[in-house]
Each structure stands twice: as structure tokens, then as C-alpha cells.
């Protein structure tokens, strides 16, 4: 009698230590892999462990270096984000099977990438929108009608894409391919021997830390205006740039992470959602160009595309 006046009770703490380990048992876990731990990288990284952890304080975040990274470190991750290009090339050759989204790379190393093997993979380039930089650019410059474009061998399609867009406008095009970083000084002579607007891209074969200051240089003696892609580019001389910060790419990539845990399939390759523009008024003022503030020209570009400024 006593047994069986027990038995619900053992029924209850059976039924009570499932409950218990079914949060453990459907745990879930984000990886986060950094190219470098420090700078824009670690900036993503943290926002996005931040933006996870708030929203979903039972999903477990990682944070690791692209060195610790390794195939069996991933076996029970929901999905894992790559930050920066040197991320995305260790783990893209892992051959991963989970969901994999890259972030904060240009859309030229994205495309350099291994093809997956069967896991879905997905990105949130670097690269702004081909049509987001000719409306800037018509924008801040509507009285240039010549844009220069500087790209490496092969290229991506956003260029190709923006060339098309400014021909349509009619808009000069003036195109150079360098293959090598002899080839920088002839190319910009080329496409600037008439001043021109020269966007510049985060394609790193063209555009990097060594050739930052000959491109500046070069264009500003030919009475050329740069259009660069990030805050720094505009310190450093450019007249104004078009980019997306660390914490705003993070906050689209905790958009996916949180689709793909409760389900749904990762999104394909897009441009960051987020912009900013930064203007350098030294720059202007010595070129001789009227030029708006960056918050006015964030605001005007996000009407145009239908945001709140």
C-alpha cells in the first residue's frame, strides 16, 4: 500500500527533474569567432554578445580567437559569426555544418571564400550598396558628373553595379585595374587626369594601410575629392565617407542570429542595413566644396531610402 501510495509521487519528481533538464538539454549556443581582439572586431563582437545576451538570457555566448578555432569546437553551436576577414577564411575551411554568417568583410574576400559544404552561409558585407554611394554622392557633389573607380583583378559586383548606376546617369565613368601595389600611382594618374569624384572601397588588394596615404595624396593634388568607407578614412584626408559602425552591423547580425534559433532560415548576403556619414571640413574647405554636415547627409540619404532620419 504504501508503495502504491508513493507511486505519484515518484511520478511528480520524475516529471520535475525533466522539466528541470529540459533547459539544459535544448541549450543553445552562439559562437562568436574574431579575426583580432581588439579595435572595430572586438567592438562587433562584444555588442553582438551583449545584444544575444539581453534578448536571450538562457542562449550561451562564446567569444574566441580565430587561432582556437576548430571544427569540434562548433558540434553543439545553433549558429556561428565570424568577425572580420581572417575569421571567415579559418572557419570557411573548417567545413562547419552549422549555420555560418560572416560579418564586417568585404563582399571581394566574401566572394574568395571556399563554396560551403552543405552548412547555409550567409554575410553582412562591409561594402555599402552601389545605389546608397552614387545617392550620396549626387547627394553631397550634385555638381560632379565624373567618378573615378580603382578595383583589383576580377572585382566585385557592387562595382560593377555602381559604374552601371552612374552611366545611367549620365555620369563619366573613369575605371582602372591594379593588380599590384606598382600599378597604384599609373592608375590613379589614369582615372584622375581630369578631377574626379574617386570612391574608394574596402577591396584590401587596392585600398589598404599601405596605400592609404598615396591615394590621398595623389587625388588631393589633382583637385580631387575621395569618398571612403569608414570614420578613419575621413581623419585621414578623405572628404567624406559612407560607412556602417561595429555596434550597427552587430545589431543586424543579432537580427539573424535570433531568426536563425527560433527557426528560421538564414537570410542571403546583404550590405549593412545601418549607415553613417562622416564629412571632413578641412578637406572641403580646401578644395573649394560646399559641403553639408554629415548628420544632414545621414538624414537626407536615410529619407531617400525610406528610413527615419
Not at 578631377?195 to 592609404?212: E, G, I, K, R, W
Not at 590621398?216 to 581623419?235: D, E, H, I, K, M
Request: glycine share 6%; hydrophobic share 45%.
Amino acid at each position: 500500500m504504501m508503495l502504491r501510495a508513493l507511486a505519484p509521487l515518484r511520478w511528480c519528481v520524475v516529471a520535475l527533474l525533466v522539466a528541470l533538464a529540459l533547459p539544459v538539454a535544448a541549450a543553445q549556443r552562439v559562437v562568436i569567432v574574431t579575426s583580432t581582439a581588439e579595435g572595430v572586431h572586438a567592438e562587433a563582437a562584444a555588442t553582438l554578445r551583449s545584444l544575444i545576451e539581453s534578448a536571450m538570457p538562457s542562449l550561451g555566448v562564446e567569444v574566441r580567437g580565430w587561432e582556437n578555432a576548430s571544427a569540434a569546437s562548433f558540434t553543439d553551436a545553433r549558429i556561428v559569426v565570424t568577425v572580420g576577414t581572417q575569421a571567415a577564411r579559418v572557419v570557411a575551411h573548417l567545413g562547419i555544418a552549422q549555420p555560418l554568417l560572416h560579418i564586417l568583410l568585404p563582399a571581394s574576400s566574401f566572394e574568395k571564400l571556399p563554396p560551403p559544404r552543405g552548412s547555409p552561409v550567409s554575410a553582412i558585407y562591409l561594402d555599402q550598396p552601389p545605389e546608397r554611394q552614387l545617392a550620396l554622392i549626387r547627394l553631397a557633389l550634385p555638381d560632379w558628373k565624373r567618378i573615378a573607380i580603382l578595383s583589383s583583378p576580377g572585382g566585385d559586383r557592387s562595382m560593377r553595379r555602381l559604374a552601371e548606376l552612374a552611366r545611367e546617369r549620365q555620369m563619366e565613368v573613369r575605371e582602372a585595374t591594379i593588380a599590384a601595389d606598382r600599378d597604384l600611382y599609373t592608375a590613379l594618374q589614369q582615372v584622375l587626369g581630369d578631377p574626379a569624384v574617386l570612391v574608394a572601397t574596402p577591396d584590401p588588394q587596392v585600398f589598404n594601410s599601405y596605400t592609404v596615404q598615396n591615394v590621398l595624396l595623389t587625388a588631393y593634388r589633382q583637385r580631387s575629392p575621395v569618398v571612403g568607407f569608414s570614420s578613419s578614412y575621413v581623419r585621414a584626408g578623405a572628404l567624406f565617407a559612407l560607412y556602417s559602425t561595429p555596434a550597427q552591423i552587430a545589431t543586424q547580425a543579432s537580427d539573424v542570429v535570433f531568426r536563425v534559433v527560433r527557426g528560421e532560415p538564414l537570410p542571403p548576403p546583404r550590405p549593412p542595413r545601418q549607415f553613417e556619414v562622416a564629412v571632413n571640413t578641412n578637406v572641403a574647405r580646401s578644395l573649394g566644396i560646399p559641403l553639408e554636415s554629415g548628420e544632414r547627409l545621414t538624414a537626407e540619404l536615410q529619407r531617400l531610402e525610406g528610413g527615419t532620419p
